[in-house]
């Protein structure tokens, strides 16, 4: 085909085509295309019993840029190519597809979306938002802890929890901590041993979940023993198994009670990839008169320390009281 106007045959290119579509040939003279008619930005129509193949070849133009604008030399190029087939020219085969077998379960570390959440009574069927934090609660009462894997739809998959300890900031490694589950399992050295919650049957995903009760307690410090004034925070290290046909994700604990874990063949808990999760806020704890448990010999006023010597002074009138009374009797 003869060209009345100048191109350049390198800028010439199919137009909806990815870049691997290159031409197969490229000379001053001339450029070959070969590709399936599928490809490279074909379009396909039926019309009646005709097969319509369409592309189309157009050229860029090279641009050269000045001080005060742009201009360009190059001539715009667009050759529509169609291609027309009847259907009645095509021959039916037989075909059988074998698919490949399905690969066996495999374990790789990854990131769990998780979350931990405290439920607002023991039905766990609301919860605190971010904003009602911190929580407060009367030593012992109840806490209703729930941790749950997010964003997976996999009905295979099992959350594992392997330590949950209340610490007394958001760092996770801060001391002291108090452990509540041990390797899966209520703490055994709580006299309020956690209790592990099961889940209702209306719950989906029912192995992504996993419940569990508290009672609230206050960290004291290693050296006075005296209660830490503060907010506890609540973590959990977690994991995920993927049961199959001949492996289980569960394990006894020492109570009898079945806990969801890891099968036979992923004892190494050292080895076991981990996340930790922490609940949004902390938790507040007040003894039963709603006071804060308190740190040290002074409170933020200074009065803790001057408890036990005011409560000495109005005791010694009391007992010279009571003693100059017996002695008047006498």
């Known amino acids: 085909m003869a060209l009345t106007h100048r191109i350049t045959l390198a800028n010439i290119h199919l137009a909806y085509a990815p870049t691997s579509c290159s031409p197969t040939q490229h000379t001053e003279a001339f450029v070959v295309f070969y590709f399936p008619l ?28 000045g001080p005060q604008g742009s201009i360009t030399r190059d001539s715009t190029f667009q050759l529509h190519v169609r291609c027309v087939f009847n259907a009645s020219d095509f021959l039916p085969i037989q075909a059988s597809i074998f698919p490949p077998p399905s690969p066996a379960p495999m374990t790789q570390p990854g990131p769990l979306r998780l979350e931990l959440r405290i439920a607002k009574d023991e039905t766990f069927s609301s919860y605190y938002g971010e904003d009602d934090y911190p929580i407060v609660r009367l030593l012992r009462e109840p806490v209703h802890v729930e941790v749950r894997l997010l964003q997976r739809t996999d009905p295979n998959l099992v959350l594992l929890l392997h330590q949950c300890w209340g610490a007394p900031s958001a760092n996770p490694f801060q001391q002291p901590q108090w452990p509540i589950l041990s390797d899966g399992c209520p703490f055994k050295g709580d006299s ?15 192995s992504h979940y996993q419940r569990f009760t508290v009672a609230t307690f206050a960290l004291l410090d290693s ?22 046909g001949l492996e289980t994700c569960s394990t006894a604990c020492s109570t009898g009670t079945t806990r969801q874990r890891r099968s036979s063949g992923h004892r190494n808990d050292t080895a076991r990839p981990q996340d930790i999760v922490s609940s949004p806020g902390p938790v507040g704890f007040e003894d039963s008169y709603g006071q804060e448990p308190t740190l040290g010999p002074t409170d933020s006023n200074g009065n803790s320390s001057l408890r036990p010597l005011l ?15 017996g002695v008047f009797v006498a």
């Open 311 to 325: 409560w000495a002074v109005l005791l010694l009138p009391a007992v010279a009281l009571v003693l100059g009374f």
């Open 192 to 206: 309020y041993r956690t209790q592990m919650v099961a889940l209702d049957g209306a719950t989906p995903f029912q």
């Open 223 to 244: 050296g006075s023993q005296r209660a830490l004034r503060g907010l506890v925070y609540l973590f959990c290290s977690t994991s995920a198994c993927h049961t199959s």
């Open 38 to 65: 599928t490809h490279c930005g074909t379009t396909m129509q039926v019309a009646g019993d005709q097969l319509i193949y369409e592309n189309w070849l157009v050229s860029g133009i090279h641009i050269q840029k």
